[in-house]
């Protein structure tokens, strides 16, 4: 099992957190690209915009299973399992909840806000890239991964 951090919005941040919550209540995340590009699966990592070549892993490292640390505005918002395979479709279907276009199915949603009440002590986690899979057990956002999914566990 792997965690990762991963922002769910589109470049529109005045929109972040609304983009986010929507997708977290129609049980999926995903991530789209600002060129016109086909699902991930059938193209090589090398064709992709040179700034979005990490997003390649949201297809081919990301598991079933794996923890994923929601971030809007650099704040963790929430905590969710990947329980679907990488999936594309070719045009955008905000109707259904979703703005993206390359997307995995979710659950056991858990809200940032409702683990730390106290929003004075919300970490400020600084988040620089689209995606990112966590793999130094000493970073903050891999011990507040640890952290959380062990207080649920008691």
């Known amino acids: 099992m792997t965690y990762w951090r991963m922002q769910v919005h589109p470049g529109d941040s005045d929109q972040a957190i609304k983009h986010t ?3 977290l209540s129609a049980k999926y995340i995903g991530l789209d690209f600002v060129t016109d590009t ?6 090589s990592q090398e064709a992709l915009p040179e700034n979005q070549r990490n997003y390649w892993a949201f297809a081919h490292e990301m598991q ?3 923890h994923v640390l929601l971030f809007a ?6 905590l969710v399992r ?5 999936n594309y479709i070719r045009e955008k279907a905000p109707e259904i909840g979703v703005w993206f276009r390359h997307f995995r199915k ?7 806000g409702d683990y730390i009440t106290d929003a004075r002590r919300w970490e400020y986690l600084t988040m620089t890239a689209t995606i990112t ?3 130094d057990p000493n970073t903050a956002s891999f011990k507040l991964i640890d952290e959380w999914l062990g207080i649920s566990k008691q």
């Open 38 to 43: 086909p699902d991930l699966k059938t193209i």
């Open 21 to 23: 919550v929507e997708s």
């Open 133 to 135: 899979p966590l793999r």
């Open 73 to 78: 505005h650099h704040f963790p918002l929430a």
């Open 64 to 66: 079933i299973g794996d």
């Open 106 to 112: 979710i659950d056991d949603v858990r809200y940032y």
């Open 82 to 86: 990947v329980v679907g395979d990488y």
